[in-house]
Structure formats: C-alpha cells, structure tokens
C-alpha cells in the first residue's frame, strides 16, 4: 500500500506499508513507514525461526536498536520518523556476537520488488 497527497503540480509520497508471505528461518513479517509535514514513524515487525539467533540489531548511530529474541515471536522495531530500508543496518546475531543474517535484496537482478526483501545467511 502507497499512500500519497497532492501537492500542486504533484503527487508527494507519504507513506507505504506490506506484508511479506516467506517461510524464512528469519522473516520479515510487514514493514510501514510514514511521514507528513511534521511527524513520522517506521514500525518493523521480525519474527525468527532459529534457534541459533540470540538477537537482532537495526538501525545506525543514535538510532540503534537492539532486541533479543525469543524463538517464534514478534518483534516490532519502531522509530518516530520514516527509515528506508538500507538505513535499517539489520543484523541478526548468534550468542556469540556471529552474525548470522542480514537484511537486504538479492543484488542479481536490474529490477527490486518491496516483497523481495528478506533476511539472508550472512556468508
């Protein structure tokens, strides 16, 4: 979903959210971000299936967030203002310290689709 407002002689974007349908160890279950003139909020919903993952890191700089994780339940990541995707830095990490996934496309492709974003094994 896109949320947009004319503004004369265009249409301005505001807003966007989905939710992704993947059966990944780590998925990303939806995403919303929106801005208007003077307030934002991104809302990041992560659920991980690996027993493996002791938590997740997203985020950069003051914005950082970390989270740990509890094996099959939802955790929401949230901000007050509108965050893209590649200012996310999202790293999901063994006990250890280990990172184990990384959030980001596919680079093999001249084309990006939104539900193509996913959690991938860090090599």
Request: hydrophobic share 35%.
């Amino acid at each position: 979903t896109i949320v947009v407002e004319y503004k004369f002689p265009f249409w301005r974007h505001k807003g966007s959210s989905w939710a992704n349908k993947t059966q990944d160890k780590v998925k990303l279950v939806g995403w919303c971000s929106y801005t208007d003139n003077r307030n934002g909020i991104t809302v990041i919903p992560v659920q991980s299936f690996d027993d493996q993952v002791a938590y997740i890191e997203m985020g950069s700089d003051s914005d950082l967030q970390r989270k740990e994780v509890i094996a099959n339940e939802v955790l929401l990541f949230t901000w007050e203002k509108s965050l893209r995707w590649n200012d996310l830095n999202a790293v999901a990490y063994s006990s250890d310290n280990k990172a184990l996934y990384k959030l980001g496309y596919e680079i093999n492709k001249s084309t990006i689709h939104t539900d193509e974003l996913r959690w991938s094994p860090v090599d």
